[in-house]
């Protein structure tokens, strides 16, 4: 058994859900904040048998896609001013980051 962890932009939470129930996949959703853009996410936790696990991933590579974005960088608060961009700078955002783990043990009760 595997655990998939998948950190996903909050625009593409709800069609990964909806696909990941349509194909028979049960997951959790939790709030999450991305650390660089302080952007909303979701991070899905998937508990699958091994031998799915590729088809979860292909379910998320079809529901998460990159795209380019605008985003004003946050002013430096410890005097690092000399690094910072007043001006809007473009970024890849979206996609998913995806980290798929060993289970030990499962228990359901």
Same mark, same amino acid.
């Given at each position: 058994?595997?655990? $998939?962890?998948?950190?996903?932009?909050d625009k593409d939470s709800n069609r990964l859900s909806n696909a990941l129930i349509k194909e028979g996949?049960?997951?959790?959703?939790?709030?999450?904040? /991305? /650390?660089?853009?302080?952007? /909303?996410?979701?991070?899905?936790? $998937? /508990? $699958?048998?091994?031998?799915?696990?590729?088809?979860?991933?292909?379910?998320?590579?079809?529901?998460?896609?990159?795209?380019?974005?605008?985003?004003?960088?946050?002013?430096?608060?410890?005097?690092?001013?000399?690094?910072?961009?007043?001006?809007p700078v473009e970024v890849q955002v979206g996609g998913a980051?995806?980290?798929?783990?060993?289970?030990?043990?499962?228990?359901?009760?």
């Amino acid at each position: 058994m595997k655990l $998939i962890i998948a950190v996903i932009q909050d625009k593409d939470s709800n069609r990964l859900s909806n696909a990941l129930i349509k194909e028979g996949f049960r997951a959790t959703k939790l709030a999450s904040t /991305g /650390g660089f853009l302080r952007a /909303g996410n979701t991070t899905f936790l $998937i /508990g $699958i048998e091994d031998e799915r696990v590729q088809q979860v991933l292909d379910v998320i590579r079809a529901n998460c896609k990159i795209r380019d974005q605008l985003v004003t960088p946050v002013s430096p608060v410890s005097g690092a001013a000399d690094s910072y961009i007043p001006f809007p700078v473009e970024v890849q955002v979206g996609g998913a980051a995806v980290f798929v783990l060993p289970v030990e043990r499962f228990e359901h009760f």
